[in-house]
């Protein structure tokens, strides 16, 4: 699965992995949207550094949080038309629906005012997601002092 000695994109590593089998009948892979934001309670301030420092989710699990904001990435070898959330294709169309575990979309929507739809969870049921900030807090820091 290696091409000239690279690994491959983490999306053909997904598909390859994962879904070999229907590859060819996938009309979209649908990804779960996460709310993120601050901790209103613990993070009183709007000033911050990165705000990818400072992201919050509720604690249930990602791959538990009801499915209403999902986002697609479509295969368009196998649908007619699609919109955000829906997809509309061939009798084989399937769609796949990723574990938010593995890959989704972190919904950052009026972070400053709290956790998306969890605005009004308390501290306690809040917990810092630092997978962003881990991977990238240095290279944007880096990049934004290049210019």
């Known amino acids: 699965m290696?091409?000239?000695?690279?690994?491959?994109?983490?999306?053909k590593k997904l598909l390859y992995t994962y879904y070999s089998s229907e590859r060819k009948d996938i009309g979209g892979l649908v990804m779960n949207s996460i709310p993120f934001g601050n901790n209103l309670e613990l993070e009183k301030s709007s000033r911050k550094e990165l705000m990818i420092d400072?992201?919050?989710?509720?604690t249930q699990n990602p791959r538990d949080v009801?499915?209403?904001?999902?986002?697609?990435?479509?295969?368009?070898q196998n649908v007619h038309n699609y919109a955000i959330h829906w997809l509309g294709g061939g009798s084989v169309?399937?769609?796949?629906?990723l574990d938010a575990n593995r890959v989704r979309i972190n919904h950052y929507k009026e972070v400053n005012r709290g956790?998306?739809?969890?605005?009004?969870?308390?501290?306690s049921d809040l917990v810092k997601d630092s997978a962003l900030a881990d991977q990238f807090h240095s290279l944007v820091i880096n990049a934004m002092k290049q210019q």
């Open 54 to 58: 400072h992201v919050y989710r509720n």
């Open 93 to 97: 169309l399937k769609e796949i629906r």
């Open 2 to 11: 290696y091409v000239n000695g690279s690994p491959p994109p983490p999306l």
């Open 115 to 123: 956790v998306g739809v969890f605005q009004t969870t308390a501290a």
């Open 66 to 76: 009801t499915w209403s904001r999902w986002k697609q990435i479509v295969n368009p």
